[in-house]
């Protein structure tokens, strides 16, 4: 189901992969069982990259060529033995592609820390617009899902679009292995004990 928001990515579609009911990739298909389990981060990069070149890489992909999209992106983006745990990691992978690949990036992080203090939904709203209002999508970690039901535990997302704050709610519409969902990113703030951050990356040629 493709959902609409008021505030999202122009290009959805742009990411969809044909003959499949895809969009973006699924770190299902990545060839190791170790890449299949730890591939969350390297994949909601490889769609933020995709949908940023999308000019100029050959559309539409195609679940093989994609895949080969998404190994291209793991030999710069790779998950350690504990995953890629926070924002700042997976920017420090972005710019080893930008530079093997011949681009800069302007990097931006909100990392959500429950421990050292509540970061407020205005917070998270702003940092979302920042993005999302220049048609870049922007990656979500979860490291706890607290009690929204559609995120996951230790786990990288792509975020892109959002709604308004209503109240306590704010409802967003995420990439999750090829799945879009709508979640609420209110609850998931206000309820992770693990926290998470965003990350968000403009590429631009260097």
Not at 36 to 64: D, E
Not at 79 to 102: C, E, F, Q, W
């Amino acid at each position: 189901m493709i959902y609409r928001m008021p505030y999202q990515i122009h290009e959805v579609e742009a990411l969809r992969i044909i003959h499949t009911s895809s969009i973006g990739g699924n770190q299902k298909w990545f060839h190791t069982h170790w890449q299949r389990c730890s591939g969350c981060g390297p994949t909601t990069v490889s769609n933020i990259i995709a949908y940023q070149r999308r000019a100029t890489l050959p559309l539409p992909f195609t679940k093989v060529s994609f895949s080969v999209f998404m190994e291209e992106v793991w030999r710069s983006v790779t998950p350690t033995n504990h995953g890629i745990p926070s924002a700042s990691l997976l920017l420090s992978d972005v710019n080893t592609y930008m530079k093997r690949h011949g681009y800069s990036s302007v990097n931006a992080k909100l990392d959500v820390v429950p421990k050292n203090g509540a970061v407020s939904l205005k917070a998270v709203d702003t940092f979302l617009h920042a993005s999302l209002d220049h048609d870049v999508p922007v990656a979500f970690l979860s490291l706890d899902p607290g009690k929204e039901p559609l995120v996951d535990e230790w786990h990288w997302v792509t975020l892109i679009g959002i709604d308004e704050i209503q109240g306590g709610d704010f409802p967003a519409m995420i990439i999750d292995n090829g799945t879009i969902k709508k979640i609420n990113l209110g609850l998931w703030l206000s309820t992770t004990r693990g926290g998470g951050g965003f990350a968000s990356f403009v590429m631009l040629p260097s």
